[in-house]
């Protein structure tokens, strides 16, 4: 199968956090090929600085091309997420793909992380990341046995031990962390079961409404979301049995595509980029 063939249409996503930035990007990247899209996120009413709600996020999705169910969800709430999902497999008859995007940051050190923010990280990216899959899998489960290539996949860097990746920020690098280690667990548990489980990390830091709230991030040395979009549509169109376990970069997965050119990624092209956390510049 070529790359032009490869298609996500008539495919059932559950994307967790996909109201706006790089959940709302791979959302709508999947809608152009007609997939179906389970909107799980709790902004239901307009953020005064973060635009985009679970409203304005499906409409999008109809518009370009996919069918969306808008659902209300705290993904760190148990019965919150059994109900949607539940929900998105009555509207659409099963799930064949979960993307656990949702997570929270705070680049902040210890003593200047309260326990509430420690709680609201842990709970956001490694509570969420763990129910959403342990909730969806009897429906990949079933998208295995149905033949219909099911997935997860994780927006979590490659874990790298040494301690600079974490004096500046333990709470948030142990947070993140914690996705990545649900990656390294789930795609050997899921293996036999034809489950693949990746994840999937920007070479850059990304121009969300999210990123543009912390201080010293410049949108014109950034992404734009649209790069980890096509590198994660890249990823959900493999062969879930053969490309499982792996932690990919958004640039390296697109050049494994053929695609050379990344200047239409850049906010503004010929600016210097910033290279995301938990990854060294380039040549270092």
């Not at 009555?90 to 709680?119: C, E, H, W, Y």
């Not at 129910?131 to 998208?143: K, V």
Request: hydrophobic fraction near 50%.
């Amino acid at each position: 199968m070529t790359r032009a063939q490869r298609s996500l249409a008539g495919r059932t996503l559950f994307v967790s956090g996909a109201s706006r930035g790089i959940g709302l990007a791979i959302a709508l990247r999947a809608a152009r090929d007609g997939a179906n899209l389970i909107v799980a996120a709790k902004t239901v009413d307009a953020h005064p600085r973060l635009p985009g709600t679970i409203h304005t996020a499906a409409a999008e999705i109809e518009s370009a091309g996919g069918h969306a169910l808008a659902v209300a969800c705290d993904v760190r709430d148990e019965v919150a997420v059994e109900a949607a999902v539940a929900e998105g497999v009555a509207r659409f008859g099963g799930i064949d793909i979960l993307v656990n995007n949702a997570s929270a940051i705070s680049l902040t050190g210890t003593a200047d992380t309260p326990m509430k923010r420690v709680d609201l990280m842990l709970g956001v990216n490694v509570r969420a990341t763990y129910l959403c899959s342990r909730t969806c899998l009897p429906h990949l489960a079933q998208s295995a046995r149905a033949g219909r290539n099911p997935q997860i996949l994780m927006l979590a860097p490659p874990i790298d031990l040494d301690p600079r990746w974490f004096a500046p920020h333990v709470a948030y690098t142990i947070a993140k962390y914690g996705m990545s280690m649900c990656v390294l667990g789930m795609a050997e548990e899921f293996r036999d079961a034809g489950i693949g489980v990746n994840a999937l990390w920007p070479r850059t830091v990304i121009a969300t409404a999210a990123v543009a709230m912390l201080p010293g991030i410049d949108a014109a040395n950034c992404r734009t979301p649209a790069i980890v979009a096509d590198a994660a549509h890249a990823i959900l169109t493999r062969d879930a049995r053969t490309s499982s376990g792996r932690f990919y970069i958004d640039d390296e997965v697109l050049a494994e595509e053929g695609v050379s050119d990344l200047t239409g990624y850049a906010v503004a092209p010929g600016a210097r980029l910033v290279t995301d956390l938990f990854l060294d510049e380039p040549g270092a």
